[in-house]
């Protein structure tokens, strides 16, 4: 069994930055894939970025350059580096590993 839990999101000015976490526990491997979605009030959900058991990384092109997906030197941690943020990318931010979802990070961006 897999827990996922997001951390790190807040309310931040146009053009500011966030980075958030995302922590697993249970059955994990350090080469699972780990993919970033959020979900705008009144949207779909819709999908973010993703790295790859061997750390490639892939992102929306809404997000290209401006948001940045890493691993942490343990098998546990992944990351959102977000920056240059506009009021467009105001959500709710979810990390899934595993199949698992987490319960979601709020990012509002707002002047």
């Known amino acids: 069994q897999v827990q996922v839990v997001e951390s790190g999101g807040g309310l931040v000015q146009p053009g500011g930055s966030l980075k958030l976490s995302c922590v697993a526990s249970?059955?994990?491997?350090?080469?699972?894939?780990i993919d970033w979605y959020r979900q705008a009030p009144g949207k779909a959900r819709e999908w973010v970025a993703q790295?790859?058991?061997?750390?490639?990384?892939f992102y929306a092109e809404a997000v290209k350059g401006r948001l940045f997906i890493s691993r942490g030197n343990d098998k546990n941690t992944a990351y959102l580096k977000m920056t240059n943020l506009r009021p467009e990318d105001t959500a709710v931010y979810y990390c899934?590993?595993?199949?698992?979802w987490g319960q979601g990070t709020q990012v509002t961006v707002s002047s």
């Open positions: 790295i790859s058991g061997t750390s490639t990384t």
């Open positions: 899934t590993r595993r199949g698992t």
């Open positions: 249970g059955i994990i491997v350090a080469t699972d894939a």
